[in-house]
């Protein structure tokens, strides 16, 4: 998915621009990238960080970049921010966006005369590229940013830098967050807000949906009003969001910690310890072993040395060697066991029937699976949760296709979305003799929602029910 941070200070800004980047790299392993800019005009420094972390890549760049403005990000795809010299002036930009109609505003942007598009090494168009095309449509800067936002299908929310300061839009339905931290003579725009607070920001708003601001080291000025309605992504607290960050008010890790217990509330089996699949796995089985009275124990350890962030490479056969590679087990407490173990979810099942054969050779008598969240019936059309070429990647999917001999509809979709369904519960079971546990029991989606804790038509639970 990527995330992003942007500075406007009084004082030179690149230090903060520097860690406040670097607290975002749990949503990325692709790209990272800076920009400043100051007396030398701007400054921008990209570097590849799939293998080593964006401190040790750009080190160098922040010994010798200055300015009191700044922005940057962590991408999982494209080289971000770009430099953009148009009639609005010179801006840096940079998104977090998935532009699910980009085929149909090129052909916009070629039918009113827009010249060309620069493709990357995949043959696609820059996805922040064409966020600025769009802003480039209009005369004024802020009727630019508004019509980019409008324009998509799918969500942006950005970050945009020019010589009187940075403008930041969360997108128009508020699927991703943007939060705004201040300090004496400097405030920042982020995507996650724990990432400032090291650095001596305290909160100070939270976007709304479609709200655009321009932050300079003296204020924040509201440009446009946010939005009502609201559908920000569910995954966030789930799996995307660091252990210390909270969206909307709500804490990611209190909310996984509710997501366990009320999934123990609902449980049968005793097993005899409850672990989590390390990271995002490990607050829902705390939770669960809390609420259970069940012990929860950590027999397989993530090497973090050389594995700490939490993504994975995007080629799926390299995400399943990772998988294998990056998990270390402590046989003395799985040996003769009977294991309970959350993830945050099941996407195509491979990593976890692997983890689960993983426990099998390594001595646990039983491996029963709770995905901290319901089963995933559809790919997500609003981040890049994953870049699956077909709904078929999904093991739901495909073990509904097989059920239902692939005459596949929204309503039976509809059907496999219940919990109390007979074809829900033929699912799963499928499911756990397709993967080999003992048991498969998912989160509910009701009971998902209840422990985020706010208004549940605010949050985008498309990828469980279809409903937008």
Known sequence: ??????????????????????YHSHLGTRRGGMAVYGENGFERAIHNIENAPFRTKFDKDVQNMSGKLGIGCISDYEPQPL??????????????????NIEELTKQLFDNSHSHFLEMSGGEINATEMIAALINQKENLIEGIQYALDMVDGSVSLLLMNQAGIYAARDKRGRTPIV??????????????????NLGYTDYKELGPGEVVVLTDKNCITLANPNKDMKICTFLWVYYGYPSSSYEGTSVEKMRYECGKRMAQRDHVKPDIVA?????????????????????????????????????????????MIAKMKIIAVEELIRDKSLLLIDDSIVRG????????FLYQSGAKEVHIRPACPPLLYGCKYLNFSRSSSEMDLITRRVIDRLENGNVTDEILQEYADPESPKYEQMVEEIRKELNFTSLRFNRLDDMLDSVG????????????GKE
């Open 1 to 22: 998915m990527g995330g992003f941070f942007g500075v406007a200070s009084k004082q030179d800004c690149v230090f903060d621009l520097f860690f406040g980047i670097d």
């Open 83 to 100: 430099l953009v010299r148009s009639h609005h002036g010179t801006y840096a930009l940079t998104t977090v966006s998935k532009i699910n």
């Open 180 to 197: 705004i931290g201040k300090k004496e003579d400097a405030y920042c725009a982020s995507f996650e807000n724990f990432a400032y607070k």
């Open 276 to 320: 989590g699949v390390p990271d995002s796995g490990i607050a829902h089985a705390v939770g669960y072993a809390n609420e259970s009275g069940v012990p929860f124990s950590r027999p397989f350890i993530k090497y973090t040395p050389t594995w700490s962030r939490s993504f994975m490479p995007t080629m799926q056969n390299q995400r399943n």
């Open 350 to 357: 491979t990593q976890l029937r692997e983890t689960t054969e």
């Open 454 to 465: 706010i208004d549940k038509c605010k949050l985008c639970t498309y990828c469980w029910d």
